[in-house]
């Protein structure tokens, strides 16, 4: 196999941290009712190319969904370690899919991932801010998109924090 080239980019990333007052178990059930899980049903009816329904089912969602989660307090298990800390994808599939149209390495970023962690600092949510993840792309349609998904991202975890 040859490799033609490999283009090397350093970008900025803000990082983003929202701690909160509340214990885990309330900040979890808080988010998960703030943002909810999307119904995976969107998906088959585009691998069956049902595109205006798929469509009109899109445009019918909130502007985040979970799009899945993983539980990596468990992972740390396997080094004697009792942690709680859960990674979210979140996001909405329109969302991608307008920034996706403009570049398709944007698809590297969508849906977002988001930390719910808790240490010995507290209960905090972690994640890099869209603007600045998508915004190396420097298209103006991905980077009106990716500043509105910062907004309603930024507002939805400072709302499960609550």
């Known amino acids: 196999m ?3 080239t490999i283009d090397i980019q350093t970008i ?3 990082h983003i941290t929202i ?3 509340k214990d885990f178990g309330t900040v979890k059930s808080k988010l998960e009712s703030t943002i909810l899980r999307i119904d995976d049903g969107i998906f088959t009816l585009l691998r069956y190319r049902e595109t205006s329904r798929a469509l009109r089912e899109l445009e019918a969602l909130p502007a985040l969904s979970i799009f899945s989660f993983r539980d990596h307090g468990v992972l740390l298990q396997v080094a004697g370690l009792e ?3 859960i990674q979210y994808d979140i996001g909405n599939p329109l969302t991608a899919s307008k920034m996706t149209r403009h570049r398709i390495s944007a698809g ?3 849906p977002v991932r988001v930390l719910l962690r808790e240490d010995s600092d507290g209960v905090a949510f972690e994640y890099d801010r869209p603007m600045t993840t998508f915004g190396q792309f420097a298209d103006p349609d991905l980077i009106a998109t990716a500043q509105q998904l ?3 991202l930024q507002a939805a975890l400072e709302t499960a924090a609550q």
């Open 2 to 4: 040859v490799i033609k």
């Open 12 to 14: 900025s990333i803000d």
């Open 19 to 21: 701690r909160s007052s």
């Open 83 to 85: 942690r709680r800390a």
């Open 108 to 110: 590297l970023y969508a």
């Open 150 to 152: 910062d907004v309603d």
